[in-house]
C-alpha cells in the first residue's frame, strides 16, 4: 500500500508539474519584450521543471486510480512541489534558497509575505512572477488541471475537496470539471475587469494594472511596489480594488448564481455575515483613527478580512484597539469558496449556531434542536469537522506563535506573523507590519512560517493527514 499510494503521488504530481512548467512562458515573453537579460532563467526554469514532471510520471507510471485517501498525498505535495520549483527565478536572481521558497510560498499560497526589501529592484518579468504566482494559487492550480485536463476527470472529485476553501465545498455542476471551468471562468473574467477598470479608469500603468489585478482577485497581496497601494496615491484605484477584494474573498458559487439571474442567493447567512462584520470592523476602525481616515479605514478593513493583505497605511502604528480588531479579522477571514483564507466566515457562523443551540439545550435537555445553515439542518459530520478544524487552527497558531517567542520575537509580532502566513493573509503587526518585511527573521522562524502557508491554505488535515503513518499503511 505504502509504495503503491507513493507511487501514484509522484505519478500525478509529476504529470501536474509538467504543465504547471509552461507558466514560466508568461515572465520570459516579458523579459524579452523589455529587453532584460536574464531573461534565459525563465527558459532554464521551464526546462528544469518540466524534466524533473517528465521523470516523475514517467518513472512512477501506474495504472491504479485515485482514490479518495490519494487526494490528500497529491494535493499536499503538488502544492508543495509547485512552490520549491516556484523558487527557481528567485533563486536564479541571487536569493537564498530559504528566502527564495518563503516568497514562492508566500506566492502560491495567496499569502503575500514577503522577505524583498525593494521590491522595485527586481526586473519586471520576476515582478510579473510574483503576481503570476499568487493568480495561479487563488483559484487553485489543482482547479485549473481539472478544468483543463480531462484524463483527470475520474480522479478529479478525489482533488476538489481537498484544494476548495470552506466546510462544505460546493459543486456547480453535477461533473467536477465543469465546476472547475466555471470557476475560472468567473475567475478570469473578474481579473479582465479590473485590468481594464484599473487602467482605462484610474490611469494605471498597464503592466501595474495587470499586477495587481492578478493579485487582487487571488486576494494575494503582492505589488509591484514596495509601498503597496499607497504608492499609486490614487483614492479611485483604491476603491476600485476594494470592490474587487470584496468579489476576491465572497464565495464563487454566490457569483455563479447571481449571474445566472438567481438574486436570492445575496440572502445566502454566510454573505450578510461577511458583510456585517466588513461594515461593523470599518465602523470601529473610522471611529478609532478619525473621520479623515475613512477610505483607510475601509480599505484596510476589507484588504485583512479579505486576507489579502494591500496596505494604503501603516496600520501597525494605529491604536492597539484597531490592530486588535484586524487581528481578529485575520483569523475569521473571508467565505468558504472564495479565494481568501484563515477559518472562514461560514465556520464561525455554524460555530455560532451550534453554541445558541447549546445554550437552548441547557435549558431543555431532551429536545432536538438541529443546527440549521441556510433553513437547512447541517449533519453531525459537518459540525464535527467544524468543531475539529477551529481546535487544530488555534492550536496550530498558539504553539507556532509560543515556538517564535522562543526564538526572539516579540508576543505581538510572533502573534500577528503566524496569524498573517496561517490565513494567507499577508502583512502583520509589530516588526512584521506593512512598513516592514519578513526578511529579517531567523531562518527557523522563516520555515515555521512557509509550513504555516501551506497548512492555512490546504486547510490543515490535507497536509497533517501525510505525516500519518496510518495513512500510508492504508
Same mark, same amino acid.
Given at each position: 500500500?505504502?509504495?503503491?499510494?507513493?507511487?501514484?503521488?509522484?505519478?500525478?504530481?509529476?504529470?501536474?508539474?509538467?504543465?504547471?512548467?509552461?507558466?514560466?512562458?508568461?515572465?520570459?515573453?516579458?523579459?524579452?519584450?523589455?529587453?532584460?537579460?536574464?531573461?534565459?532563467?525563465?527558459?532554464?526554469?521551464?526546462?528544469?521543471?518540466?524534466?524533473?514532471?517528465?521523470?516523475?510520471?514517467?518513472?512512477?507510471?501506474?495504472?491504479?486510480?485515485?482514490?479518495?485517501?490519494?487526494?490528500?498525498?497529491?494535493?499536499?505535495?503538488?502544492?508543495?512541489?509547485?512552490?520549491?520549483?516556484?523558487?527557481?527565478?528567485?533563486?536564479?536572481?541571487?536569493?537564498?534558497?530559504?528566502?527564495?521558497?518563503?516568497?514562492?510560498?508566500?506566492?502560491?499560497?495567496?499569502?503575500?509575505?514577503?522577505?524583498?526589501?525593494?521590491?522595485?529592484?527586481?526586473?519586471?518579468?520576476?515582478?510579473?512572477?510574483?503576481?503570476?504566482?499568487?493568480?495561479?494559487?487563488?483559484?487553485?492550480?489543482?482547479?485549473?488541471?481539472?478544468?483543463?485536463?480531462?484524463?483527470?476527470?475520474?480522479?478529479?472529485?478525489?482533488?476538489?475537496?481537498?484544494?476548495?476553501?470552506?466546510?462544505?465545498?460546493?459543486?456547480?455542476?453535477?461533473?467536477?470539471?465543469?465546476?472547475?471551468?466555471?470557476?475560472?471562468?468567473?475567475?478570469?473574467?473578474?481579473?479582465?475587469?479590473?485590468?481594464?477598470?484599473?487602467?482605462?479608469?484610474?490611469?494605471?500603468?498597464?503592466?501595474?494594472?495587470?499586477?495587481?489585478?492578478?493579485?487582487?482577485?487571488?486576494?494575494?497581496?503582492?505589488?509591484?511596489?514596495?509601498?503597496?497601494?499607497?504608492?499609486?496615491?490614487?483614492?479611485?484605484?483604491?476603491?476600485?480594488?476594494?470592490?474587487?477584494?470584496?468579489?476576491?474573498?465572497?464565495?464563487?458559487?454566490?457569483?455563479?448564481?447571481?449571474?445566472?439571474?438567481?438574486?436570492?442567493?445575496?440572502?445566502?447567512?454566510?454573505?450578510? !455575515?461577511? $458583510?456585517? @462584520?466588513?461594515? %461593523? =470592523? /470599518?465602523?470601529?476602525?473610522?471611529?478609532?483613527? +478619525? *473621520?479623515?481616515?475613512?477610505?483607510?479605514?475601509?480599505?484596510?478593513?476589507?484588504?485583512?478580512?479579505?486576507?489579502?493583505?494591500?496596505?494604503?497605511?501603516?496600520?501597525?502604528?494605529?491604536?492597539?484597539?484597531?490592530?486588535?480588531?484586524?487581528?481578529?479579522?485575520?483569523?475569521?477571514?473571508?467565505?468558504?469558496?472564495?479565494?481568501?483564507?484563515?477559518?472562514?466566515?461560514?465556520?464561525?457562523?455554524?460555530?455560532?449556531?451550534?453554541?445558541?443551540?447549546?445554550?437552548?439545550?441547557?435549558?431543555?435537555?431532551?429536545?432536538?434542536?438541529?443546527?440549521?445553515?441556510?433553513?437547512?439542518?447541517?449533519?453531525?459530520?459537518?459540525?464535527?469537522?467544524?468543531?475539529?478544524?477551529?481546535?487544530?487552527?488555534?492550536?496550530?497558531?498558539?504553539?507556532?506563535?509560543?515556538?517564535?517567542?522562543?526564538?526572539?520575537?516579540? !508576543?505581538? $509580532?510572533? @502573534?500577528?506573523? %503566524? =496569524? /498573517?502566513?496561517?490565513?494567507?493573509?499577508?502583512? +502583520? *503587526?509589530?516588526?512584521?507590519?506593512?512598513?516592514?518585511?519578513?526578511?529579517?527573521?531567523?531562518?527557523?522562524?522563516?520555515?515555521?512560517?512557509?509550513?504555516?502557508?501551506?497548512?492555512?491554505?490546504?486547510?490543515?488535515?490535507?497536509?497533517?493527514?501525510?505525516?500519518?503513518?496510518?495513512?500510508?499503511?492504508?
Amino acid at each position: 500500500m505504502v509504495r503503491q499510494r507513493v507511487s501514484l503521488t509522484l505519478h500525478i504530481t509529476g504529470s501536474l508539474l509538467k504543465y504547471f512548467a509552461l507558466a514560466y512562458i508568461f515572465p520570459l515573453c516579458v523579459a524579452l519584450y523589455y529587453g532584460e537579460e536574464g531573461w534565459r532563467i525563465y527558459l532554464y526554469a521551464l526546462l528544469l521543471t518540466l524534466g524533473v514532471g517528465l521523470i516523475l510520471q514517467f518513472g512512477f507510471k501506474t495504472a491504479r486510480e485515485i482514490e479518495r485517501a490519494d487526494g490528500f498525498s497529491i494535493v499536499a505535495f503538488t502544492w508543495l512541489f509547485i512552490s520549491l520549483f516556484g523558487t527557481l527565478p528567485y533563486v536564479f536572481l541571487g536569493l537564498g534558497f530559504l528566502d527564495a521558497f518563503f516568497e514562492a510560498m508566500s506566492g502560491f499560497t495567496t499569502t503575500g509575505a514577503s522577505i524583498l526589501t525593494v521590491v522595485e529592484a527586481l526586473p519586471k518579468s520576476a515582478l510579473l512572477w510574483r503576481s503570476l504566482t499568487q493568480w495561479l494559487g487563488g483559484m487553485g492550480v489543482i482547479i485549473l488541471f481539472i478544468a483543463i485536463l480531462p484524463k483527470l476527470g475520474v480522479g478529479g472529485s478525489q482533488l476538489f475537496e481537498f484544494e476548495t476553501t470552506g466546510p462544505m465545498p460546493d459543486r456547480l455542476r453535477p461533473r467536477f470539471t465543469t465546476t472547475a471551468r466555471l470557476l475560472w471562468t468567473i475567475y478570469v473574467g473578474f481579473t479582465a475587469a479590473q485590468i481594464a477598470l484599473l487602467y482605462f479608469l484610474a490611469r494605471l500603468p498597464l503592466f501595474d494594472s495587470i499586477c495587481v489585478s492578478f493579485t487582487t482577485l487571488s486576494t494575494g497581496g503582492f505589488t509591484p511596489t514596495t509601498a503597496s497601494i499607497a504608492a499609486y496615491a490614487s483614492p479611485l484605484a483604491e476603491y476600485i480594488i476594494i470592490v474587487f477584494m470584496f468579489l476576491g474573498g465572497t464565495n464563487f458559487a454566490i457569483h455563479y448564481q447571481f449571474f445566472r439571474g438567481n438574486f436570492r442567493i445575496l440572502k445566502d447567512e454566510e454573505f450578510r !455575515l461577511y $458583510t456585517v @462584520l466588513l461594515l %461593523v =470592523a /470599518t465602523l470601529v476602525l473610522v471611529a478609532s483613527q +478619525g *473621520l479623515s481616515s475613512c477610505r483607510d479605514g475601509l480599505f484596510q478593513a476589507v484588504s485583512i478580512m479579505t486576507c489579502t493583505g494591500f496596505a494604503t497605511a501603516d496600520f501597525a502604528s494605529w491604536h492597539f484597539g484597531t490592530r486588535a480588531v484586524l487581528l481578529a479579522l485575520m483569523f475569521i477571514g473571508a467565505c468558504g469558496g472564495s479565494t481568501g483564507g484563515a477559518i472562514k466566515v461560514a465556520r464561525i457562523l455554524a460555530l455560532l449556531k451550534y453554541a445558541r443551540v447549546m445554550m437552548r439545550k441547557a435549558i431543555s435537555p431532551n429536545a432536538v434542536i438541529p443546527v440549521k445553515y441556510n433553513r437547512k439542518p447541517l449533519s453531525e459530520g459537518v459540525m464535527r469537522d467544524v468543531i475539529s478544524f477551529f481546535f487544530l487552527y488555534i492550536l496550530v497558531a498558539v504553539i507556532a506563535s509560543i515556538v517564535l517567542c522562543f526564538l526572539g520575537l516579540d !508576543l505581538e $509580532t510572533s @502573534l500577528s506573523a %503566524v =496569524a /498573517t502566513c496561517q490565513a494567507n493573509c499577508g502583512p +502583520g *503587526l509589530g516588526a512584521v507590519g506593512p512598513a516592514a518585511n519578513f526578511a529579517w527573521l531567523p531562518s527557523a522562524a522563516k520555515v515555521i512560517l512557509i509550513f504555516c502557508m501551506w497548512l492555512g491554505r490546504l486547510e490543515l488535515f490535507t497536509v497533517f493527514m501525510i505525516f500519518s503513518p496510518r495513512f500510508w499503511k492504508g
